[in-house]
């Protein structure tokens, strides 16, 4: 029997819905479902969503309501822009607390699968994968570092506890330090209890412009090795950020996804749900539009 069941774990909801489910997400839960054939998709919330795309993501997890009062909760931000980012750090607890308990694989909600998680990965005791250098405000050298946007693990991985008991020492705001770095620390501290996957798994389009270029507006046929998709949504999702690409969230739509051929688009059009007529569309637009009024 395999070390790491056959179960997913999703965070979402750490802060107040404004929006509908957006599409992505339920592209998200699509795509694990019919890829992977979990025994059971776990979906953590604190604010429930709502919408078409939630109605239709719901009937395939199991909606579990989580409170707000981890650790992140009492920290106080020297930067007050950096504070906006509270709900992923909050996230970022929660998604180890949970995996430590049951075992399984956490993703972020801006995943696509492409294909099957290999079966060897499902017998190691701890999966994270490589991502490219990052850059911090406190180092001008590129560091290595590991992406919690996946992580497999077996119930009670000792790395997990580990990384979970560190977090709070390391934990300084950064979007980075206490996530991604300190995993790549305790790996060369204690390699022979995780294992690490090079960076084309899970991450083979980087999040840097031109990676994320690739991924929305490029086109890149080649799936070979890809177990998933991460869109590095943070970076580019608000209409009003223009840093990383002019592509944003509300561009991406049914017809764009089924139409306009990308890298993320070819992969993800089979998970997209059977087309509304016209008037259902509209009914589904009043219905959001009065939730977000109450």
């Not at 404004?18 to 998709?41: G, K």
């Not at 995780?194 to 991450?203: D, L, N």
């Not at 017809?255 to 509209?282: E, I, K, W």
Request: proline share 7%.
């Amino acid at each position: 029997m395999a070390r790491i069941p056959n179960v997913f774990h999703f965070v979402f909801g750490l802060k107040p819905q404004t929006d509908p489910f957006h599409l992505a997400f339920y592209l998200c839960i699509e795509s694990c479902w019919q890829v992977n054939r979990p025994d059971e998709i776990r979906f953590y919330y604190h604010y429930e969503p709502y919408g078409r795309y939630w109605e239709l993501a719901r009937r395939r997890v199991s909606p579990i309501p989580v409170p707000l009062n981890t650790w992140v909760d009492g920290f106080r931000y020297a930067d007050a822009g950096l504070e906006r980012y509270r709900y992923a750090h909050r996230s970022d607890v929660v998604r180890l607390e949970r995996l430590l308990e049951h075992g399984g694989i956490y993703a972020d909600i801006d995943t696509l699968f492409v294909n099957p998680f290999p079966a060897p990965l499902r017998e190691k005791p701890f999966v994270l994968g490589r991502e490219s250098h990052i850059v911090t405000s406190d180092s001008a050298a590129p560091q290595p570092s590991l992406c919690n946007a996946v992580i497999m693990a077996e119930p009670g991985a000792e790395f997990g506890r580990r990384w979970l008991a560190a977090m709070p020492e390391a934990f300084d705001g950064s979007w980075s330090n206490h996530s991604t770095l300190l995993p790549q620390r305790l790996s060369e501290q204690y390699p022979h209890l995780i294992h690490v996957e090079p960076r084309v798994t899970f991450y083979k389009h980087e999040w840097t412009r031109e990676g994320i270029r690739t991924l929305l507006q490029g086109l890149d046929y080649d799936f070979e090795g890809v177990v998933s998709m991460h869109l590095w949504s943070h970076l580019w999702w608000s209409r009003r950020r223009r840093d990383v690409s002019f592509f944003h969230a509300g561009l991406m739509t049914e017809a764009h996804v089924s139409t306009v051929d990308t890298t993320y688009n070819v992969a993800a059009r089979r998970f997209l749900p059977p087309p509304l007529a016209r008037g259902q569309r509209l009914g589904w637009r009043m219905r959001e539009l009065l939730h977000r009024r109450h």
